[in-house]
C-alpha cells in the first residue's frame, strides 16, 4: 500500500502544469483568481484552447477523440487547472451529455453532436429541474406529446445553469403521463432557438445570473432529437449519476481554496500579528486543513478503485457530501479573514468590467459573494440529503 | 498509489479475522482471571506461533519485517474485535525501542524472548507533570558507581503487572556529558526501590502507576542515553497501530449499530426507516471512511522523513479521536438505553473508543502540534 505517484503520473503532472503556465492567457487566469465572471468568450477561447490540445474531453475515451486518460490522470489534471486558475469546463456538454450520448445515443447522434461538443460549436444546458420537481427529480411534468415525427413539448424547466448562452438543452420530458413515474421519462434533446423555448433569468444571492428558469410552449422537438428509447429517459439520467464522478469532492478546488486561504491569513494583520497566528482563528485552518488531508486520501481510495475497473457509484456520494461541506467551511472561512472588508459588495466589478482602483478592495470583492454562491454545492446534483440517503439504501441496505 | 493489500497481506486479514471471530464476545470478558506477572494468555502463545510477534520487527532483529499496512492490517483486526491482548503496550511499543537501541546482548535478554511469546514488556514514559508530552521527564537518571540511580515516579504504565521488566525513561542529571537527555532504562520487577500500584482503565485494561526511590542499576539495564529521536519513531508506529486498532473498532461499531436498527422495531417498522436514524447511521459511515482515510496516511508515513512522519501522524491522530469519539456517542444513542448496558455488546466499543483519545496523546494535544508545525503556503 502507497499514497505516491508513479513516474509517469509525475511526469504527466509537469506536462499539464506547463501547458497551464504558457497556454491559459494571463487576464483570464486573473479573471478567476479574483472570483471574476467569465464572458461565454472568455470561457469558449480556454476550451477552445484545451480542444487543440486534444484535453477538453479528458474524461472521453480515445476512440471518440478524448486523451484517454486514467482516472488518476484526470485527478491530477483537475488539480493543476484549480491550482492554476484555470476556468472549470462548462461541463454540460463535454461531461453529461457526451457520456449519455456515447452510451445511449445513435450512430448518427454521435456523428452529428459529439464534434460540435469538442470544438465548442454547441453550449449545452441541462433540463433536469421543475418548479415542482427538484429532490423528487422523476415527479417532472413536463410534458412531451407525439405529433408525428415530433414530440410537442409543454412545461417548465428551473436552475438551469448558464442556460442564457445555451444553444442546445438536454431535457427530461414525460411521454408516457399513465406509466409509473420513472418509466414514463424521455431523454430529449431541445435547440434552444425553437419557436416557444424563452429563458427567464433567476438571479441568486450572490447577485449573480448563474441560473434560469426555461419556459417550453408547443415545442416541436424531431423525435429523432430522442436519446435512447422513449420511455428509457430515466437510465440516461441515472447513468449521468454515476458517471466518472471520481471528481465530486472538488478536491483541486478546495485546496486552492486552503491555499489561498492561508496566504491572506497571513497577509492580514490582526493587533500586529498575521490573523493566521490568532489562535481562534488559526484552530479553524488546522481543522480544515485535517478535513483536506483525510478527503484527499478518501478520493484517492475512489480514484484507485476506479482505475482498478470498479465503478464508483454510492461512495462517490460521500465524497460528495463531505467535499462540499469543506469547500463551503473554507468559503466560510475565506469570508470571516477578511472582516470588515467582506462588507463591500461591487457586482459591477464581480459580473462586469469596472474595475477597482484599490487592490485589497479587488482581492476582496469575491469572498462574501462566494460564501453565498457556495451554499449551491450542498443542493446540487443531489442534495447532500440525498446523498445520504443514496448512503443509506446502497451501501447500508437500510 | 495503491491501496489493495498483497496476497500475504491479505491472508494475514483472514487469518486474523478468524482468529478473532474464534474469541468471547468482549461482554463476557470481565470474568475472566488476571494473569499472574509474567504469564502471557493462551491467545498470545497463537500470536507467537502465528509470527504475529515477529511481524512488526525488522528482519535484522529477529523479526518479519512487516510494513505500516502489516501492522494496520493486525491492528484493525484487533480492535475490529476488542481483543484485550496488549499487542501495543505490551509488545510493540517496547519492542520498537529495543530494536532501534538495544546492543546484542540486551537484544538476547529481552527482545527475543518478546518476540518468542515468552515474556512480555511494558513502557513507562507517562508522568502526571507531562500530560501527553514525551519529552518532558522529571523523572531522572544519575550515575552511580558503573551504573545509574533513578528517582521520580510514572503513570498510567499499561500492562506493568505483566511485564517481565519494564522501560523507564529519565533525564540524565548531572555532571554526565549527555546530561538533560533523554535515557530509557531497563527495571524488572521486584528491583528495591520500585513500588507499583495497580488500578484498571475506564476501558478495562491493566495499569500501574510506579515510585522510583533510589532505584540503582546496572550499566547493562541502561538501554540509551540519547534516545530522544527513537522515542519519536517508536511513538509514530504506536499512534499509526493505535488509529488502525480504532478505525477497527469504529466499524464493528458501525456493523453493530448499522444490524440493531435493522432488526429493532418501533411504531411498527423497524428502525431503520426512519430518515432522521439512516442519516445518523450515514454520518456515522463517513466519519469510519475518513478516519480509516487518516489511520491508512499514518500507516504508510513511517518511512518518511521525522517531520513530514510526525506531521500526518499527528493530523491522524487528532482526526481519529474525534471521530471515534462521534462514533461511539451515536453508536450508544442509536441503541437507546440498551447502548448504555454492560450486556450489551456496543458499550463496551464505545468505551474503548473515547478513552483511545487518551491513550498516546490526546486530539487537542495532537492539534496542538498540527497547529504548530502548520505551513503557511
Redesign the interface.
Known sequence: MNLTFTAEEQAFRQEVRHFLETSLPAAIRERVRLGRRLTTDDHIHWQNLLGEHGWLGANWPAAHGGPGWSPVQRHIFDEECAAAHAPTVVPFGVNMVAPVLMKFGSETQQRHYLPRILDNRDWWCQGYSEPGAGSDLASLRTRAERDGDYYVVNGQKTWTTLGQHANMMFCLVRTDPNAKKQAGISFLLIDMATPGVSVRPLITLDGAHEVNEVFLEDVRVPVANRVGAEGEGWTCAKFLLTHERTGIAGLGHAKQALHHLKALASRLQHRGKPLLEQPIFRQRVVKAELELMALEVTNLRVIAAARDGGVPGAESSLLKVRGSELRQELSDLTRRALGPAALPFFPDFLYGDAELADVEMAEAAAASPQYFNRRKLSIYGGSNEIQKSIVAKTILGM | ?????SDEQRMLAETLERLVADQPAPERRASQPDLAAGQCSPLWHTFAELGLLHMPFDESVGGLGGD??DL?ITMQALGHGLVPEPYLAGLLLPGDLLARLADADQRARWLTPLLEGEHQLALAWQESSARYDIHAIATSAQRHGNGWRLDGSKQLVMGADAAAAILVTARIAGEHPDADRLGIFLIPPGTPGLTRSDYRTMDGQPASDLILESVTLDGQACLSENAAAALDATFAVGIAALCAQAVGAMQSSCEQT?AF??ERRQFGTPL??F?TL??R???M??HL???R??A??A??SLDRPAPERDY?IA?AK??CGEAARFVAEQAIQLHGAMGMTEECLVSHYAKHLVMFDHYLGDSDYH?EY??EH????
Open positions: 498509489m495503491d491501496f489493495s493489500y505500516g499496512t494496520m448499522l436498527l435493522k431503520s426507516t430518515q439512516q442519516h447511521m450515514v454520518d459511515h463517513l471512511e475518513q478516519a482515510s487518516m491508512i496516511l500507516a504508510t500526518r493530523a487528532a482526526y492539534l498540527v497547529s502548520l505551513s503557511a503556503a
